[in-house]
């Protein structure tokens, strides 16, 4: 790939104890090949240097309006980038780039980008959750923007809770998402979205379950394509070992009844709910509050199971607001269309995915193949591919029906 070709990205830097963490996404981004241009606020060379960031560029960071004028920087630097990413994107960023101000280099950048422009925020939970801020991140996102909602955890001292900078690869991982649209509206901005992911385990014992083989990496990549389409989303994770996408809130669960009940409360203010995740059918009748002991010379007793609740089919049927879709999906080994056909009627949903579970398709992989059936007799074939393309073609049929 050559300099011409390959994507020109601002990596925007503001004033926050995180800017250290953006020497990570830009190494991220320079590894992959593109043309990264380093635009920090004075207040982010408090914490990162500007040699630092052209050591890691390649290139002279942008900090002086005032230098090399006949370029005109403040103009130039916004017209010409593929995707402008702020991160971390302070409080006072994120108020500037709002109202419109353009005192420094970065936020003359932000009004001149006819780009994708991503604000990855962090800020302690107190600032990130007062009303002047959510209302400047309402705007931007109104406006286009994609506003990666913070992560959760430990910030500057003692203090955890919601606000700290997305992990560096989530991050990059999103700014994918968002390159690989171009200059597609996010057309899920503004929404809410609900999406499952991974395999319910049911507790036979204290150190024994049922489960199954799901990796959650589908509904990862549903909910990482939606955050990059400016969607809030709420990912329900079952029992998965992977890191936490940027920009999207995590809520754990463990058993059917557990994501029963997250997957309702969280529904109630969705405009989407994806049920990605694969849900036991039957649970254990009898919880052993001991470890089972074997005995020899004496068979165990068998495993008496019940039915658990088909929470896809109470979603569908009880929808918690007028026009919200539900989307299911339906791993088959045979008969593929006609069971998922069947399904579909059975389940009320709007839309089903069905993919055939074998060789490099559906549980562990990083690829899958599925046809989409829509409640109104579609039927969307996606061809093998990476599984971040089966969730463009499922946002793309939510979004055609939410419109």
């Known amino acids: 790939m050559t300099e011409t070709q390959s994507p020109r990205v601002v990596l925007g830097v503001s004033g926050g104890i995180a800017a250290y963490k ?30 630092t960031w052209a050591a890691l560029s390649g290139r002279p960071a942008a ?29 006072d960023l994120m108020a500037k780039a709002a109202h419109g101000l353009a005192d420094d280099l970065l936020t003359n950048t932000l009004l ?45 001292g003692k203090d955890t809770g919601k606000g700290r900078l997305p992990d560096p690869d989530a991050i990059f991982a999103a700014c994918r998402r968002v390159l690989a649209r171009g200059a597609a509206a996010p057309d899920l901005a503004g929404r809410h979205v609900v999406v499952s992911a991974g395999g319910t385990r049911e507790a036979l014992d204290p150190v024994r379950f049922l489960g199954n083989r799901s990796s959650g990496k589908q509904g990862y990549a549903l909910a990482v394509t939606a955050a990059a389409r400016g969607a809030r989303v709420t990912l329900l994770a079952a029992n998965t070992e992977l890191p936490d996408p940027a920009g999207v809130d995590v809520v754990r669960v463990t058993s059917a009844l557990s994501l029963r009940e997250a997957a309702h409360l969280a529904a109630k203010d969705a405009d989407a709910v994806v049920m990605a995740a694969a849900v036991a059918d039957f649970r254990p009748a009898l919880y052993a509050t001991a470890k089972i002991k074997k005995v ?35 791993a088959e080994t045979d008969h593929v269309l006609a069971n998922g056909r069947a399904k579909l009627a059975r389940k009320g949903c709007d839309l089903l995915v069905v993919n055939e579970v074998g060789e490099a398709k559906g549980f562990g992989t990083d690829t899958n193949a599925a046809v989409v059936l829509g409640a109104d007799g579609s039927e969307t074939v996606v061809p093998h591919g990476p599984k971040e393309d089966l969730a463009e073609v499922v946002w793309d049929l939510v979004s055609a029906r939410l419109a």
Do not use: K
């Not at 896809?312 to 879709?325: D, H, I, M, T, V």
């Open 112 to 156: 001149t980008a006819r780009c994708p422009v991503v604000f990855a925020p962090a800020m302690h939970t107190e600032m990130w959750e007062h009303p002047a801020t959510q209302e400047n991140v309402a705007t931007l996102r109104r406006r286009g923007a994609v506003v990666l909602e913070p992560a959760v955890g430990r910030l500057t």
């Open 22 to 51: 953006a020497c990570e996404l830009l190494r991220r981004f320079t590894e992959s090949g593109h043309q990264v241009t380093v635009v920090p606020t004075a207040a982010a060379l408090h914490f990162v240097g500007e040699a």
């Open 296 to 330: 020899d010379g004496v068979e165990p007793a068998p495993v008496e199971l019940v039915r658990n609740p088909d929470i896809l089919a109470e979603l569908s049927a009880g929808r918690a607001r007028p026009g919200q879709l539900v989307v299911g999906f339906a």
């Open 63 to 91: 900090v002086e309006t005032w230098e090399r004028v006949h370029e005109v920087p403040h103009v130039r630097i916004g017209q010409q980038a593929d995707l402008v990413v702020v991160a971390p994107a302070t409080a």
